[in-house]
């Protein structure tokens, strides 16, 4: 086998692994730490496959010391994980926790320790609590609020960490928390979620201009964005792809990138709300220029003016979105993973392609990329195995795709597998497996699978080695 690279990528391409606060720390009342959204959420029976919560997670709170060891381990260069707003402003508002600064700041001075980069992510959808409780991202002072947090924590770490992302995956976080209800705080409210989304993107926009006041050097956000298709050329089908992705894509890109919002898309939530919470100077506030984009890659959606289904979300959708009630999702038949979630490597290549041709130029970061499957852990010479040819291969092609997006000009600058542990998979629980790295939840044991060890050979020869 030969050890040079078969795919090269640029000298200087960051290789990570990408984590979240709710889905990895557990210690979720300790040192002060107060509810987010997602303790109650998933203490409400029935919100959260088997009545998992993450109370313990992988208890990296405590663990974090080996975790950052495995980091090394895999040869990263750079590490994302996110804040927990409740463990650092536990009301959403005020002072800010010591230990939950002190946490953070640790946990950062052990990733510089391994020369791993730390990578910010502000918010991945803890909320506090009790910012829920005055109104949630359907009102525009948790926009304030977060613009406070996200100053007020800079002043510690920004020394420290150059690399901050305001909020991952906005849509989620108002679609799937406001409209259907699938994941925290779990209300089904179509204009309180598109309500929610312009406050999110404010939010960004207001933070991102206190950080560079403050010095910060690299900004930005991270969305996940789906290539959509219509099913046929009927032009009811062409239409459902249309609005599914002026929902879950252009919506975000177009005011964050463009400073508007698109008119088509406005025009199918007419019926839903009207624009009265889009105040004059929003827009130029959102659409603050950034140093980069996050782009989270899974999968590629294929609709068809239909029957809406509302099943869990990542599987069948929409029902409670606003301006799509009547579209459906559709199958294709290809592989899927353990999410059901159809493998289609090509999107992403269409998806960095296009972000960069319609709103770059704009460095590119894929935030996230992995998958789920169902790992087994075998007993081979006297050691465990994780023998998931499976995830390699999906990595590996995935790799391939991004590499070619970088072939054609594309200013990617780096790659962060979803995800370091084995977590906490929001409404699905402990069930759905992403992790590079095994996590034995009741003996808190981790185990490298062996898409792990081929993960570490990738970073440490920046790409492809033959036999790959
Ligand atoms: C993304 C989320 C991340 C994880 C992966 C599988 O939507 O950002 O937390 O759940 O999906």
Redesign the pocket.
């Known amino acids: 086998m030969s050890t040079q690279p078969t795919l090269r990528f640029p000298d200087g391409f960051a290789w990570g692994t ?1 984590t ?1 606060s709710y ?1 990895i720390e557990g210690a979720v009342g300790e040192d002060g730490r107060l509810p987010s959204i997602w303790d109650t959420f998933a203490h409400s029976p029935g919100k959260v496959a088997d009545g998992d919560t993450g109370d313990v997670a992988c208890d990296h709170y405590h663990r974090y010391p080996e975790d950052v060891a495995l980091l090394a381990q895999l040869g990263v260069t750079h590490y994302r994980f996110s804040l927990a707003w409740p463990r650092i402003q536990p009301d959403g508002r005020g002072a800010l926790n010591p230990d939950g600064v002190d946490f953070y700041s640790r946990l950062v001075d052990r990733l510089l320790e391994h020369d791993i980069q730390p990578w910010i992510t502000l918010y ?2 803890d909320l506090p609590q009790a910012l829920e409780d005055a109104g949630g991202w359907p009102v525009r002072d948790t926009a304030e609020r977060f613009a406070e947090y996200a100053a007020g924590i800079h002043r510690h770490l920004g020394d420290r960490v150059a690399d901050w992302t305001t909020h ?2 906005p849509w ?1 976080a108002a679609f799937l928390g406001y409209a259907d209800g699938h994941h925290a705080p779990g209300r089904t409210d179509g204009a309180a979620a598109v309500h929610a989304a312009h406050h999110l993107l404010l939010g960004h926009g207001l933070a991102v201009n206190a950080l560079r006041d403050q010095g910060a050097r690299r900004l930005g956000i ?1 969305f ?1 964005l789906y290539p959509t298709d219509a099913a046929s050329d009927a032009p009811a089908d062409r239409d459902a792809a249309r609005r599914i992705d002026g929902l879950m894509n252009r919506l975000f890109l177009d005011p964050t990138l463009r400073g508007s919002y698109p008119a088509d898309v406005l025009t199918d939530l007419a019926p839903v709300t009207d624009t009265a919470h889009v105040r004059d100077g929003d827009l130029a506030v959102i659409s603050t220029p950034l140093d980069f984009l996050g782009v ?1 890659y ?1 999968s590629r959606h294929v609709v068809r003016a239909g029957e809406a289904v509302d099943r869990v979300a ?1 599987d069948g959708r929409p029902s409670h979105w606003p301006g799509s009630a009547d579209v459906e999702f559709v199958k294709r038949g290809v592989p899927v993973t353990e ?1 059901g979630w159809e493998i289609d490597p090509d999107g992403l290549y269409e998806m960095l392609t296009r972000v960069w041709r319609e709103y770059g130029p704009l460095p590119l970061y894929v935030t ?1 990329n ?1 998958a ?1 499957f169902a790992d087994e852990v075998t007993r081979e010479n006297g050691e465990d195995r994780v023998r998931d040819e499976d995830r390699r291969t999906y990595l590996e092609r995935h790799f391939r795709a991004a590499h070619r997006a970088l072939s054609e000009g594309v200013d990617l600058r780096g790659y962060f597998v ?2 370091l542990l084995d977590n906490f ?2 409404a699905h629980g402990y069930a ?1 497996r ?1 992790g590079l790295v095994r996590v034995d939840f009741d003996t808190q044991r981790r185990l490298v699978k062996d898409s792990g060890r081929w993960f570490a050979g990738v970073t440490r020869a920046n790409g492809l080695v033959g036999g790959d």
């Open positions: 990408a979240a889905q991945h959808w991952n995956e989620c991270t996940n989270n899974y990542g999410m996230e992995g789920a979803w995800s998979e929001w759905k992403f």
